[in-house]
């Protein structure tokens, strides 16, 4: 460690710091004493900070923001990702790494019982696939299938019969298919195992995908889901939640409302914030109607933050499903057969997050998940983001920012799920047959 004397902080400022060791540095003008960290480990780790690998594959923390010299760190060390928050002796950290993927990725439907007395019968299902002739997803398809069965193998025969001649016909492009299963929906090949049928569409192509006839949609199982949650200040939303401030704000300019009446201190509903200019500008549209909120919370910031902002820990809607940690647990291993005969992750969000695993004990596979509403608004509080930026940058590696739309574990209902919208900084729904940022995140004890 290097140990230097400066004159005066302006003598300081004006030198080269060191990039291969730390530097100790004294004003002689104040007897301040400066350090200039370079990789330095730490065992009290903070926001910011980098987790990593040591070549005995030991966690080890290196101090963020400026302190970090990626050229300098032992080619033999492997970087794990970045503490986000801290509570005591457990440390908030996500990976490094984050790709776009599917909420959800497979339609799956049980078909209604069939009639197994061995005479001929008709019947249909209703689904909504695109292509050629067929309805399009806005309307179902209707396939008809004459059966003569005794078993469930016989129904399913001819079941996968007619679908094929249905998507010949029309020129569909979905991938859809029957089989048997049992009890839990798994796959069964002999008929005396089966207790049902499944229709299923391979890939989740569009929304609507979920309707059906003839059938009941089963892909949810018993996830559960929730289409409320609460913010701060007593009132509600189940769309207008704000995470991160200022993205909402730079949103709003443009974007938001322009009162007509008397704005209330106490938000309930799917209202968007008023617009900057009417909270702050005398001269503006509106101004008048925001005197209340402006006594309220003085400042605009303070009432994206308190009056619309999304309050955590709660124990309401989205919250009071069980967290990020525990629906991936669950529901991240789930897969689902293919007809081309392998199988795929059924909620490839949380299968990303499920599977990650490095060679540690605390960070293997089935220690990380994807984060849940709570974790989200921990991540994408503005002041985290400020501090987590100088790190990732230095490191290069996946952005996170607030204008990057992410995934969080739990579903608001049959075809949304919750996420951060990087467009307007707020916790909402989207479409599940889309892909947004999944990046796990893990808590680890030290």
């Not at 004493?33 to 980098?50: K, W």
């Not at 900057?276 to 008048?288: I, K, L, V």
């Not at 402006?294 to 902002?309: E, I, M, P, Q, W």
């Amino acid at each position: 460690m290097a140990i230097k004397s400066y004159a005066n902080k302006q003598a300081y400022d004006a030198a080269v710091k060191p990039t291969i060791e730390s530097q100790v540095s004294m004003l002689e003008t104040t007897r301040e004493i400066l350090v200039d960290g370079v990789n330095v480990i730490t065992t009290e780790p903070t926001p910011g900070d980098l987790v990593m690998l040591d070549e005995s594959n030991q966690v080890q923390f290196l101090k963020g923001g400026s302190w970090i010299q990626k050229a300098n760190i032992p080619s033999t060390w492997v970087h794990v990702g970045y503490v986000v928050t801290r509570k005591g002796r457990q440390v908030f950290i996500i990976d490094k790494t984050g790709t776009d993927e599917k909420y959800a990725d497979v339609v799956q439907f049980k078909l209604d019982d069939p009639t197994l007395d061995g005479a001929e019968h008709t019947a249909s299902i209703g689904v909504r696939v695109t292509g050629g002739t067929s309805a399009g997803y806005e309307n179902n398809t209707t396939i008809s299938y004459t059966y003569a069965a005794t078993t469930l193998a016989d129904v399913v025969t001819a079941l996968n019969a007619a679908i094929d001649a249905a998507k010949a016909s029309l020129g569909f492009t979905n991938v859809l298919w029957a089989y048997m299963a049992d009890a839990n929906g798994n796959k069964v090949d002999a008929a005396a195992n089966a207790t049902q049928i499944i229709v299923q569409l391979d890939t989740w192509d569009d929304y609507r995908q979920y309707a059906c006839a003839g059938m009941t949609h089963i892909t949810w199982g018993d996830m559960p889901a929730s289409d409320i949650y609460w913010k701060n200040d007593g009132g509600w939303t189940n769309y207008w939640g704000v995470q991160n401030r200022a993205r909402t704000r730079a949103w709003a300019v443009s974007n938001g409302r322009i009162p007509t009446s008397m704005e209330p201190v106490v938000k309930n509903g799917n209202d968007a914030p008023v617009r900057p200019s009417c909270f702050e500008d005398p001269t503006a549209t509106g101004y008048e109607f925001c005197a209340d909120i402006r006594a309220k919370f003085g400042t605009y910031d303070n009432y994206l933050h308190y009056g619309l902002g999304v309050m955590y820990p709660q124990k309401y809607g989205s919250f009071a499903l069980g967290g990020g940690a525990a629906l991936t647990a669950k529901y991240g291993p789930m897969t689902a057969p293919t007809k081309a005969g392998s199988t795929k992750a059924k909620f490839p969000a949380m299968n990303k997050a499920y599977i990650l695993s490095y060679n540690n004990d605390l960070l293997k596979k089935g220690k990380w998940f994807m984060p849940g509403c709570l974790e989200g608004c921990e991540l994408m509080n503005d002041e985290t983001l400020a501090i987590l930026a100088p790190s990732i940058t230095k490191m290069g590696t996946t952005a996170i920012n607030n204008g990057t739309t992410r995934w969080f574990a739990e579903r608001c209902n049959v075809y949304y799920a919750r996420f951060f919208y990087g467009y307007s900084g707020v916790l909402h729904a989207y479409r599940v047959d889309n892909r947004l940022r999944a990046q796990a995140v893990t808590l680890l004890d030290i």
